[in-house]
C-alpha cells in the first residue's frame, strides 16, 4: 500500500537546525509531487513547500524563504525537509504528504508526522 | 490570519445535518481552483475526505459531501456519528501564493 514513514522526534536548540526524512513506498516515487506541511501545539495546518522528486525542482512559501530546504534521495524514494534558525516558533509537528502529477491538488497519503520541539 | 476561512467550530446532535463553510477570495477558490477536505482525529495525521470538491475517496461513507460555489466551498455531513467529532480542515491553491492553503479548522462536536 501508499505509505509514507517519517523520522522520529527531535528536540532542538534555539539557533540550530533540523533535518526530518519521509521515506516513501508502495507507489512510483518520482510520479507526484511531495509537500510538507506543519502544526503549531493547538494550531491549524500550514503549508511549507513542496518538492517534484523527479526533478529536485522546490517551491517554498514565502515565510519560510531562506531557512527551509526540501531535498529528495531517488535511490532510497526518500525526501528530506531542513530548517535552520530555529526559534520556539518551530515547535510542531512536521508532516509530509503525497500531491498528485501538479502542484496543486489534493495531499494523500500523510506520513504519521514527526514532533520537533525547540527549547534551551 | 488563514488564506481560507472556517468557522472555529461546530455542533449537532447524532443523527443531524451539519455543514462547515470554507470562503475564500479571487485568488484561490474564486479562481476556479479546486477544494479539498481532510478529516483529523486526535493525535492523528490529517486524512483526506473530499477531493476535487465533491469527490470522496474509497472508503469514506457517502455520509460526507463537498461542493464549491463561487469563492466558497461547503462539506456537509449527515446522519452525525459520535466517531465524526473531529478537526475539518479545508485546502485550495492560491495562484498570489503560488503555493497551497489552507483554512484555520473547524471543531465539529457531536452533542
Known amino acids: 500500500q501508499e505509505q509514507l514513514v517519517q523520522s522520529g522526534a527531535e528536540v532542538k536548540k534555539p539557533g540550530a537546525s533540523v533535518k526530518v526524512s519521509c521515506k516513501a513506498s508502495?507507489?512510483?516515487?518520482?510520479?507526484?509531487?511531495l509537500h510538507w506541511v506543519r502544526q503549531a501545539p493547538g494550531q491549524g495546518l500550514e503549508w511549507m513547500g513542496l518538492i517534484n522528486p523527479s526533478s529536485g525542482i522546490t517551491r517554498y512559501a514565502q515565510r519560510f524563504q531562506g531557512r527551509l530546504t526540501m531535498t529528495r534521495d531517488t535511490s532510497t524514494s526518500t525526501v528530506y525537509v531542513e530548517l535552520t534558525s530555529l526559534t520556539s516558533e518551530d515547535t510542531a509537528v512536521y508532516y509530509c504528504?503525497?500531491?498528485?502529477?501538479?502542484?496543486?491538488?489534493?495531499?494523500?497519503?500523510w506520513g504519521q508526522g514527526t514532533l520537533v520541539t525547540v527549547s534551551s | 490570519q488563514s488564506v481560507l476561512t472556517q468557522p472555529p467550530s461546530v455542533s449537532g446532535a447524532p443523527g443531524q445535518r451539519v455543514t462547515i463553510s470554507c470562503t475564500g477570495s479571487s485568488s484561490n477558490i474564486g479562481a476556479d481552483y479546486d477544494v479539498h477536505w481532510y478529516q483529523q482525529l486526535p493525535g492523528t495525521a490529517p486524512k483526506l475526505l473530499i477531493y476535487g470538491n465533491n469527490n470522496r475517496p474509497s472508503g469514506v461513507p457517502d455520509r460526507f459531501s463537498g461542493s464549491k460555489s463561487g469563492t466558497s466551498a461547503s462539506l456537509a455531513i449527515t446522519g452525525l456519528q459520535a466517531e465524526d467529532e473531529a478537526d475539518y480542515y479545508c485546502q485550495s491553491y492560491d495562484r498570489s501564493l503560488s503555493g497551497s492553503v489552507f483554512g484555520g479548522g473547524t471543531k465539529l462536536t457531536v452533542l
Open positions: 504528504a503525497r500531491g498528485i502529477v501538479t502542484p496543486m491538488g489534493w495531499f494523500d497519503p
Open positions: 508502495g507507489y512510483t516515487f518520482t510520479t507526484y509531487y
